[in-house]
């Protein structure tokens, strides 16, 4: 049973830093691409920033470039999102997703406010 469980978000004034993490089960974790996607408060979700099988294509979004990075431990099955410079508008809940056989799996998210 596939199994993607993110923490680290919380409460962050602007300019800090977070680190989030998503713990993988139930697959080889280190066949699979992985993303990061978030949804704002009335938003739709987007797409973050993505990471190859081996670490070693990571795409981001224009919002999170220069700001965010994407990375992977394959021997701990987690994928983390660190997180600086951050800003109001990167409140969101924070979402962890890979796609195994055309079937895309999706954690229950961590939200990240950014406020003074």
């Known amino acids: 049973q596939v199994q993607l469980v993110e923490s680290g978000g919380g409460l962050v004034q602007p300019g800090g830093s977070l680190r989030l993490s998503c713990a993988a089960s139930?697959?080889?974790?280190?066949?699979?691409?992985m993303r990061w996607y978030r949804q704002a408060p009335g938003k739709e979700s987007e797409w973050v920033a993505g990471i190859s099988s081996t670490g070693d294509y990571t795409p981001y979004a224009t919002s999170a470039k220069g700001r965010f990075t994407i990375s992977r431990d394959n021997g701990k099955n987690t994928v983390y999102l660190q997180m600086n410079n951050l800003k109001p508008e990167d409140t969101a809940i924070y979402y962890c997703?890979?796609?195994?056989?055309?079937?895309?799996?999706w954690g229950e998210g961590t939200l990240v406010t950014v406020s003074s």
């Open positions: 997703n890979t796609q195994i056989n055309a079937i895309q799996y």
């Open positions: 139930g697959f080889i974790f280190s066949t699979y691409a």
